[in-house]
Every structure is written in structure tokens, then in C-alpha cells.
């Protein structure tokens, strides 16, 4: 069984312009998380679909993020302008079961932003 | 709101001896406790959840609901146990859908 797959592995941009990360879940998973890992600090909730549907947004931290998750297949997680507080590690996770989330959650390689 | 503590961001033991990695929560609802590892340039992985009460490794940890805890122990630490450890807290019973709130980790070293 294929893992969770993130392209890219690492980017590195300059302040202001737009990236755009992918998540590729595991096949038949349909609850899919973002995280985000600060230098330095713990890794911080994002956002939860299950399926096509955002479940819960309560963690993007504002406006300049847009996840989407057409299909319910794979995510994209755009920042647009990206800011230098920006830079960080950006997970995705998927589990199975629908709702109730209670499955383990699969975590991907991580994506490395570096914002210039 | 749910917090998770990790007291400790480095660790260092010597082959052989027994290790404890702290870990501490706040939360008020019905909690699930995990313990996640990532060796170096691998990904995050489940290691441990509190509900499996199983050994994994040689690692156990016992969820103590009156001390809000959930430490990490392993009687005999290998060189191959060295790795950044994070605990993680989910809401059971809530409506939170399954996200985690993770500490903010323990790099663990285990010295030949």
C-alpha cells in the first residue's frame, strides 16, 4: 500500500509570491489533515476534510490559505502571498473511517517552505 | 482548550538503561493519548495509543488520568531508539473530528 505522498518535498520562495502544496492520501482514506510545523514550535493543527467536505478550518491561520480537496482524492494547500512566518514544515495525514476520525492518521514525508 | 506538555526537548541516555519520556496534558473532555516517533529522514509514525495498551518496541506508556500524563518508558534503551518523539492528544468523545494537538517533542539519544 502506497503511503501518503506530499510534493514537493521542500520549496523555497520569495516573499509575496504563491506556492501551492499537494497531498496525495492513501488510497480509500477519507479524512485527510493538514499540520504545520513552526521552527521551533509544535506541530499545529490546519484544517480537516473528510472526503470533498472541510470539516474543520479552526487552524489555517488566516486568509492567505486555501485548501481544497476536489474530488475527494488528493489536497492542495495554496498560500498566497507567502510571508516569511510562513516558513515551516507542512504535513498531511489521512485516516480512514468517515466522521468520527477515530482511526490513526498516516502521516506523509512533510513538505519544507522556505519563504525569502 | 487541550494542551500537551513535553517537559524535556532533549534526552540523552546510554545504551542499556532505562528511559522515560514526559508527557503531560490538559484537557477537559474525554482524552486519546499517542505517542508518535520520527527516526532521522523518515516520517512521522504512529508508535503507541493509549487505548491499544500494547508494547511496541519495547516502549509502554499508561495513560494516568489523575496525574493528566502519559509518559513514555522503554527498561532497556537501544541506539536504534534515538529519534524525536511526540506525544498527541485527541478529543475521543467531542466533536473535534480527530485532530491531534501535538508537544512540542523530545529528541531522544541513546549513547553506545
Known amino acids: 500500500e502506497a503511503g501518503v505522498t506530499q510534493f514537493p518535498s521542500h520549496s523555497v520562495i520569495e516573499k509575496g509570491q504563491t506556492v501551492t502544496l499537494r497531498c496525495d492520501p492513501i488510497s480509500g482514506h477519507d479524512n485527510l489533515y493538514w499540520y504545520r510545523r513552526v521552527m521551533g514550535k509544535e506541530i499545529k493543527f490546519l484544517l480537516h476534510?473528510?472526503?470533498?467536505?472541510?470539516?474543520?478550518e479552526s487552524g489555517m491561520p488566516n486568509n492567505r490559505f486555501l485548501a481544497e480537496r476536489t474530488g475527494g482524492t488528493y489536497s492542495t494547500l495554496k498560500v498566497q502571498p507567502a510571508e516569511l512566518e510562513d516558513s515551516g514544515v507542512y504535513f498531511c495525514a489521512s485516516s480512514q473511517g468517515g466522521l468520527a476520525g477515530n482511526q490513526p492518521q498516516h502521516f506523509g514525508d512533510g513538505t519544507r517552505l522556505s519563504i525569502l | 482548550a487541550q494542551r500537551v506538555t513535553q517537559p524535556e526537548k532533549l534526552l540523552s541516555v546510554f545504551k542499556g538503561a532505562p528511559v522515560e519520556l514526559k508527557c503531560n496534558y490538559s484537557?477537559?473532555?474525554?482524552?486519546?493519548l499517542f505517542w508518535y516517533v520520527q527516526y532521522s529522514r523518515q516520517r512521522l509514525q504512529l508508535l503507541l495509543r493509549?487505548?491499544s495498551r500494547e508494547s511496541i518496541k519495547g516502549f509502554t506508556a499508561d495513560l494516568n488520568k489523575g496525574e493528566t500524563s502519559f509518559h513514555l518508558k522503554k527498561p532497556f534503551a537501544q541506539e536504534e531508539d534515538s529519534a524525536m518523539y511526540y506525544c498527541?492528544?485527541?478529543?475521543?468523545?467531542?466533536?473535534?473530528?480527530?485532530?491531534?494537538?501535538f508537544g512540542q517533542g523530545t529528541i531522544l539519544t541513546v549513547h553506545p
Open positions: 484537557y477537559s473532555g474525554s482524552p486519546e
Open positions: 493509549h487505548i
Open positions: 476534510f473528510v472526503k470533498e467536505s472541510k470539516q474543520d
Open positions: 498527541a492528544l485527541r478529543d475521543a468523545g467531542g466533536t473535534s473530528y480527530g485532530k491531534l494537538t
